[in-house]
């Protein structure tokens, strides 16, 4: 690589981290589409830019032309994710761009969605733009993993958050459990839980804890995701705290193929939706997750039980885990842990967590990472 060469990489990098920055605006507000933002340079200045806020409103691209205005004529267009080519609420942000005469496009990562997935490209090259891509690809597939997650596994991302001692228990031998993690996990967690479409517990949590499953930031508003109960005997009291009629969230329960019909009435009645899995015995999360895919939900916050995050785990269907532990030691045979089922039998057998990051949050500390199965 020449000198001139390098320095045209690293500009194009520069400006690309700038258009990462902007898409983090979008954050929990763009699904089912993806975070993207946009830069316009002309000679070596940033005449426009834009990110995408929320479905219909105007893509990235069209945003940092607007901002541009006259300045698109021959300048470069920085963008974290291949423009698209086709009409959906908007329409194709290829024709916007060729309509501003930019001259050179570099883009993030393709876009693996059937209806762009290469097109968008090549159309801007057919109509004679020059397109660099990918940049700090990385980075760019990192801040779309909801997106990447549906357009190509057709089911919702899904988080596996769990608040734990350090020797991994949730609460203690008697049941005590609040609160083992600090204001500031739990203040963290209502971020999360704030980004998400859907937050899901196992029955036994809405029977031991009745949680309410809502969102609460301090001097923000924050938007209560849908609320989803893995219950195969349909044993939801009709009064629990998840049919909160001040939340404009609905309730989703998930069963199993054939439940109890009187109890299926009565929690219909409070307003909730029965989702029936294909399990003559338990909740078929696979089954579960491709199901409210279709009904819009991108993503899924998964707080307890023991049962449900290894129910998850085991059915590979969670994509990221969120891990807060205190700085306590609980102890006890019989105080529960984070994650029970049947376990596995090998080490070999065990799901790992890859691209691992902790911090401190307050006195805990936080592990995150992608998990990764065997012989995937």
Not at 211 to 224: A, E, I
Not at 264 to 288: C, F, M, P, W
Not at 292 to 307: F, K, P
């Amino acid at each position: 690589m020449t000198i001139k060469e390098a320095n045209i990489r690293r500009d194009a990098e520069r400006y690309m981290y700038r258009a990462l920055s902007l898409a983090k605006r979008g954050l929990g507000r763009t699904s089912p589409n993806p975070m993207v933002g946009a830069v316009i340079v002309k000679d070596g200045k940033i005449v426009g830019e834009g990110f995408h806020r929320a479905p219909g409103e105007p893509h990235a691209e069209v945003e940092a032309i607007k901002v541009a205005g006259d300045e698109t004529h021959g300048a470069e267009l920085y963008v974290t994710l291949e423009p698209c080519n086709h009409y959906g609420r908007t329409p194709p942000c290829t024709l916007a761009i060729m309509a501003a005469g930019i001259k050179k496009v570099y883009y993030g990562i393709d876009d693996p969605n059937p209806t762009v997935i290469g097109g968008g490209a090549e159309t801007l090259r057919k109509a004679g733009v020059e397109v660099v891509g990918p940049i700090i690809g990385n980075r760019c597939t990192a801040i779309n993993e909801v997106y990447l997650t549906n357009v190509t596994m057709r089911r919702p991302f899904v988080i596996l958050k769990l608040a734990m001692s350090l020797d991994g228990r949730i609460a203690t031998k008697t049941g005590a459990s609040k609160w083992i993690t600090s204001e500031e996990s739990r203040m963290k967690v209502h971020r999360i839980r704030d980004r998400v479409s859907a937050i899901m517990v196992g029955i036994q949590t809405v029977l031991n804890d009745n949680p309410s499953l809502t969102t609460r930031l301090k001097n923000v508003q924050g938007r209560d995701p849908i609320r989803i109960v893995a219950d195969s005997n349909l044993r939801t009291p009709p009064d629990a705290a998840i049919f909160n009629a001040s939340s404009p969230a609905g309730v989703i329960i998930a069963t199993r193929k054939d439940p109890p019909s009187r109890l299926k009435a009565r929690l219909e009645k409070k307003g909730a939706r029965i989702v029936q899995t294909n399990s003559a015995d338990k909740v078929d999360l696979a089954d579960l997750f491709s199901q409210i895919y279709r009904m819009g939900i991108t993503s899924v916050l998964l707080e307890g039980g023991a049962g449900l995050a290894w129910g998850a785990l085991d059915a590979r269907v969670v994509d990221r885990c969120a891990f807060f532990y205190a700085p306590i030691i609980i102890g006890g045979k019989s105080a529960p842990s984070g994650i029970g089922g049947a376990g596995i039998n090998h080490l070999e057998e065990a799901p790992r967590l890859i691209n691992l990051k902790s911090l401190r949050v307050g006195p805990d500390i936080m592990v995150e990472g992608r998990v990764q199965y065997p012989g995937l």
